[in-house]
Nanobody, 117 residues
């Protein structure tokens, strides 16, 4: 069972930046991919960014050019750097990890991001 703990959420003004962190309870070398999802009130959870075990990334169109996903395998931590935030980015952000051995998916508890003036 992999436990994930997100941090770094908060309230920012439009145009601001936040960096979310996702710390895992076990070695990242056992993690296949880290996905970042978000869920806004009244909306379905959507995939925002993915970073693979070798650092390859993929982004939703809404995140391209503004968000950067990364992972530090030595620290068992993944990051989502979010720049040029808009009110439409307001949501609870979740990280999710897929085990390399079992392909089981694990979820963090989520962290709130609020963008408003």
């Amino acid at each position: 069972q992999v436990q994930l703990v997100e941090s770094g959420g908060g309230s920012v003004q439009p145009g601001g930046s936040l960096r979310l962190s996702c710390a895992a309870s076990e070695s990242f070398f056992n993690i296949w991919t880290i996905d970042w999802y978000r869920q806004a009130p009244g909306k379905q959870r959507e995939l925002v960014a993915t970073v693979t075990h070798i650092g390859l990334t993929n982004y939703a169109d809404s995140a391209k050019g503004r968000f950067t996903a990364s992972r530090d395998n030595a620290k068992n931590t993944a990051y989502l750097q979010m720049n040029s935030l808009t009110p439409e980015d307001t949501a609870v952000y979740y990280c999710s990890a897929t085990s390399r051995s079992t392909l089981e998916r694990f979820w963090g508890q989520g962290t709130q991001v609020t963008v408003s003036s």
